[in-house]
């Protein structure tokens, strides 16, 4: 995905790619594949981990505290988002295929809003992540003045699709002003 993706960036852009990881922490100190793991609360306490390990890395490693782009699949989708929503200031696009918002409904009213470019890429047939499941997550984002993007492809599935990364490729080339349709 990063190589297919990455020459669409400015070269000014920093870059951060994610997919599930292999293991991650979850709550109670116990350690499992994170996607076996269903229930909503172990879900969401693992992606808040992982965030806020990403988001030290992306403190450390940015210039200057420059936004950074981040491209996530399936749980790096989530971890992506998740950044975008509560760590506005670290993100200036996140690009979420085949992913969901687990959290959303824990995340406090009174936030400050992103101002980064929030994107997700979905495949209708994804057999992980239900599509409806994220057009309702996404349409409960909107309600709260959420600015995201959706974009359902027919027959798509959970990998990551030609596709799929083309239009990941468009939102990064046009940097704010792309031209998906939204949901």
Not at 35 to 58: G, N
Not at 141 to 150: D, F, H, S, Y
């Amino acid at each position: 995905m990063a190589r297919a993706v990455s020459p669409h960036f400015k070269r000014s852009d920093a870059c951060v790619y994610m997919d599930a990881p292999q293991r991650c922490p979850l709550v109670e100190g116990k350690r499992q594949w994170f996607s076996i793991s269903r229930r909503r609360d172990y879900l969401s306490q693992a992606v808040k981990s992982a965030a806020t390990a990403v988001a030290v890395k992306i403190e450390r490693q940015s210039n200057a505290g420059v936004p950074v782009c981040l491209v996530g699949h399936s749980q790096g989708g989530m971890i992506a988002s998740y950044l975008c929503l509560t760590r506005p200031s670290l993100v200036k696009t996140a690009i979420c295929i085949s992913s969901e918002m687990p959290f959303l409904s824990e995340l406090a009213t009174g936030q400050p809003l992103p101002r980064a470019q929030l994107a997700f890429l979905h495949g209708r047939d994804d057999p992980f992540i239900c599509a409806e499941q994220l057009a309702g997550q996404v349409a409960a984002a909107r309600e709260r003045n959420i600015q995201i993007t959706l974009n359902v492809f027919e027959r798509g599935r959970h990998d990551i699709e030609d596709r799929y990364v083309q239009c990941a490729a468009a939102i990064l080339s046009n940097q704010g002003s792309h031209q998906h349709e939204r949901a």
